[in-house]
C-alpha cells in the first residue's frame, strides 16, 4: 500500500474509532475522509476480498443480509455493510471497520444503483445481483431506463464479473451486455395468459414496443413475459421458485429448485430476495440445507417488518419509497388476520425522494378493503397524504393528523388495535426510532 493509502487507512480507522468512542458512532465519514486523502483507497482495502455486490431499486438490504448469512454457513470471514451505508464513502467505511481474519475472505456489499459504477471503478467483484428496476426518486434517478443505464455502465466497468439477475423482470433481457449474466426466477403456477396493470412501468417489447403479455405476473412488471409480436421472451432460469406453500403476514414458506425454505419475512417480493440469496449461496457451492440454516439466521432489518413492542401495541415498522414497495406493503395486509391501525409518515428530505408525486401511483385505494378503525397521519408532506388518503375513500372520521414524532408515538397508545402497521419514509423511519429509543422503548442502531 502507498504512503497516501496507509495514511487514509489511518485516518479512516482513526476517526471510526473517534465516533464509536465520543458519539453513537457513524458510517460514511470515515470512509468520505479517507477517499479525501486517496481516492483510490478502495481498490487497496478490497484487493484481496471476493466481492458479491447487490443492487436494484427494491431488495437490496435484505438481500444482502441473506446473502451475508447463507454464506456464513461456509466462510465465516465475510464483511458486508448491514447498516445500509451502500455510496462510495461508506463501501470505504466498512472495509476500513473489519479486523484481520482468517480463511477466504468475502465481501457482501449492498450498493446503491447510482454508485455502483463509484464502486466497480475500484473493486472488481465476482458477482452483481440485480434485484429489480422500479420508478424511485424521480428528482434523483429519473424513470427505470436512465437507473438501467447506471447499472450496466457500472457493470461494464467490471467485465468479468457475472450478473445474477432477476429474470423475472423485462428489462434485465433487454439489451445485450458484456457481462455474462444467470437468471433467477418463478416458476410456481401453470401458464395462462395475462397482462400486467395498466399502471405499471416497463412492460414494453425492448425490440418492437408493443406491450408484453405474461404467462403469469407474480406483482409490478414481474414474470413470465413474453412479447406477443417477436421473439422477446423471458430468458431461461438456472434457479427458480417452483411452489408458494404458505404466506401469512410475519412469513413465507417456499420451494426452490423443489426444495421448501422458510424465511421469517412475508411477501412475494421478500421470496424473490431469498431467491436471489439462494443463487448466489449455490454459485458458491453451498448446498440447500446450508442456504435454509442461513436463512434461519437472518435477523428482521431497519424498517423491514420490524416489531417493536410500545407500551401494550405491536407497531410494525415498513419503509416505503415508490409506488411498488407501498403497494407491496399494502398487500401484506391481506395475511392479516387481527385488527390493525395503520399510520402514515411522509418526508421529502433528499434522502427520501423530494418529488412525492408517487403516492398518486400508489394503491392507496386498497386501504379500504379492511376494516381499519384508525389511520394516523404525519410527516412534513402529511398534508399531501392527506389528501391523497381522502382522494382514495379512507373516511376522515378515522383519519388523525399529527405534527411531531413525537405525537406519533403518542397516537400509538390511543389506537383501538394492538397491532398499529407503519409506512414511512426513510428519514420518518430513522426519526420514529430515535424516538422511541429515547423513550427507552428500544436500543438506537444506526441505519
Given at each position: 500500500m502507498?504512503i497516501?493509502?496507509?495514511?487514509a487507512?489511518?485516518?479512516?480507522?482513526g476517526?471510526?474509532?473517534?465516533?464509536?468512542?465520543?458519539?453513537?458512532?457513524?458510517?460514511?465519514?470515515?470512509?468520505?475522509?479517507?477517499?479525501?486523502?486517496d481516492?483510490g483507497?478502495?481498490?487497496?482495502?478490497?484487493?484481496?476480498y471476493?466481492?458479491?455486490?447487490v443492487?436494484?431499486?427494491?431488495?437490496?438490504t435484505?438481500?444482502?443480509?441473506?446473502?451475508y448469512h447463507?454464506?456464513?454457513?461456509k466462510?465465516p470471514?465475510?464483511?458486508?455493510?448491514?447498516?445500509?451505508?451502500?455510496?462510495a464513502q461508506?463501501?470505504?467505511?466498512t472495509?476500513?471497520?473489519?479486523?484481520?481474519?482468517?480463511?477466504k475472505?468475502?465481501a457482501?456489499?449492498?450498493?446503491?444503483e447510482?454508485?455502483?459504477?463509484?464502486?466497480?471503478?475500484?473493486?472488481?467483484?465476482r458477482?452483481?445481483?440485480?434485484?429489480?428496476?422500479?420508478?424511485?426518486?424521480?428528482?434523483?434517478?429519473?424513470e427505470i431506463?436512465?437507473i438501467?443505464?447506471?447499472?450496466?455502465?457500472?457493470?461494464?466497468?467490471?467485465?468479468?464479473?457475472?450478473?445474477?439477475?432477476n429474470?423475472?423482470?423485462p428489462?434485465?433481457?433487454?439489451r445485450?451486455?458484456?457481462n455474462q449474466s444467470?437468471?433467477?426466477g418463478?416458476n410456481?403456477t401453470?401458464d395462462?395468459?395475462?397482462?400486467?396493470?395498466?399502471?405499471?412501468?416497463?412492460?414494453?417489447?425492448?425490440?418492437c414496443?408493443?406491450i408484453l403479455?405474461?404467462?403469469?405476473?407474480?406483482?409490478a412488471?414481474?414474470?413470465?413475459?413474453?412479447?406477443p409480436n417477436?421473439?422477446?421472451?423471458r430468458p431461461?432460469?438456472?434457479?427458480?421458485?417452483?411452489a408458494?406453500?404458505?404466506?401469512?403476514?410475519?412469513?413465507?414458506?417456499?420451494?426452490?429448485d423443489?426444495?421448501?425454505?422458510?424465511?421469517?419475512?412475508?411477501?412475494?417480493y421478500?421470496?424473490?430476495?431469498?431467491?436471489a440469496?439462494?443463487?448466489?449461496g449455490?454459485e458458491?457451492?453451498?448446498?440447500?440445507?446450508e442456504?435454509?440454516a442461513?436463512?434461519?439466521?437472518?435477523?428482521q432489518?431497519?424498517?423491514?417488518?420490524?416489531?417493536?413492542?410500545?407500551?401494550?401495541?405491536?407497531?410494525?415498522?415498513n419503509?416505503?419509497?415508490?409506488?411498488?414497495?407501498l403497494?407491496?406493503?399494502?398487500?401484506?395486509?391481506?395475511?392479516e388476520?387481527?385488527?390493525?391501525s395503520?399510520?402514515l409518515?411522509l418526508?421529502?428530505?433528499p434522502?427520501d425522494?423530494t418529488?412525492?408525486?408517487?403516492?398518486?401511483?400508489g394503491?392507496?385505494e386498497?386501504?379500504?378493503?379492511?376494516?381499519?378503525?384508525?389511520v394516523?397521519?404525519s410527516?412534513?408532506?402529511?398534508?399531501?397524504?392527506?389528501?391523497r388518503?381522502?382522494?382514495?375513500g379512507?373516511s376522515?372520521?378515522?383519519m388523525?393528523?399529527t405534527?411531531?414524532?413525537?405525537?406519533?408515538?403518542?397516537s400509538?397508545?390511543?389506537a383501538?388495535?394492538?397491532?398499529?402497521?407503519?409506512?414511512?419514509?426513510?428519514?420518518?423511519?430513522?426519526?420514529?426510532r430515535?424516538?422511541?429509543?429515547d423513550q427507552g422503548?428500544?436500543?438506537?442502531?444506526?441505519?
Open positions: 502507498s497516501r493509502g496507509a495514511l487507512v489511518t485516518v479512516g480507522k476517526t471510526q474509532w473517534a465516533l464509536r468512542t465520543f458519539t453513537k458512532g457513524g458510517t460514511s465519514l470515515p470512509g468520505k475522509l479517507a477517499a479525501k486523502i481516492p483507497v478502495l481498490a487497496q482495502l478490497a484487493k484481496d471476493e466481492v458479491v455486490i443492487t436494484g431499486t427494491n431488495g437490496k435484505l438481500t444482502t443480509s441473506l446473502t447463507v454464506l456464513k454457513q466462510y470471514d465475510i464483511v458486508t455493510n448491514p447498516t445500509g451505508a451502500n455510496m461508506g463501501i470505504v467505511s472495509f476500513l471497520e473489519k479486523t484481520s481474519g482468517s480463511g475472505k468475502i457482501i456489499l449492498e450498493v446503491d447510482a454508485s455502483l459504477i463509484h464502486v466497480t471503478k475500484y473493486i472488481k467483484p458477482f452483481i445481483v440485480n434485484t429489480n428496476v422500479f420508478r424511485d426518486q424521480m428528482d434523483r434517478f429519473g431506463y436512465t438501467y443505464d447506471k447499472m450496466v455502465e457500472g457493470a461494464a466497468l467490471a467485465p468479468e464479473a457475472v450478473i445474477i439477475a429474470g423475472d423482470s428489462i434485465f433481457n433487454s445485450k451486455l458484456v444467470i437468471y433467477f418463478f410456481h401453470d395462462g395468459e395475462t397482462m400486467a396493470h395498466y399502471n405499471t412501468d416497463g412492460v414494453l417489447c425492448p425490440n414496443h408493443s403479455h405474461y404467462k403469469f405476473n407474480t406483482y412488471n414481474l414474470g413470465k413475459y413474453y412479447c417477436c421473439d422477446f421472451k431461461e432460469l438456472k434457479y427458480q421458485v417452483t408458494i406453500e404458505n404466506l401469512d403476514y410475519k412469513s413465507s414458506s417456499f420451494q426452490i423443489g426444495y421448501p425454505f422458510h424465511i421469517k419475512v412475508a411477501g412475494l421478500n421470496i424473490y430476495n431469498a431467491l440469496a439462494y443463487s448466489v449455490r458458491f457451492g453451498l448446498s440447500s440445507e442456504i435454509q442461513g436463512f434461519t439466521e437472518t435477523q432489518k431497519f424498517g423491514r417488518q420490524e416489531t417493536i413492542k410500545v407500551g401494550d401495541k405491536l407497531i410494525i415498522l419503509l416505503i419509497k415508490n409506488p411498488v414497495g403497494n407491496q406493503i399494502i398487500a401484506l395486509l391481506d395475511y388476520r387481527d385488527p390493525f395503520v399510520s409518515i418526508n421529502d428530505r434522502a425522494g418529488d412525492i408525486s408517487w403516492i398518486w401511483d394503491e392507496f386498497r386501504l379500504t378493503d379492511f376494516n381499519i378503525p384508525y394516523g397521519v410527516g412534513i408532506r402529511r398534508d399531501d397524504m392527506e389528501l388518503l381522502k382522494v382514495a379512507i376522515e372520521a378515522t388523525e393528523k405534527e411531531s414524532i413525537g405525537d406519533v408515538i403518542n400509538f397508545q390511543h383501538p388495535t394492538e397491532k398499529i402497521y407503519v409506512m414511512a419514509t426513510y428519514t420518518a423511519i430513522l426519526n420514529l430515535k424516538e422511541l429509543a422503548y428500544i436500543q438506537e442502531r444506526m441505519k
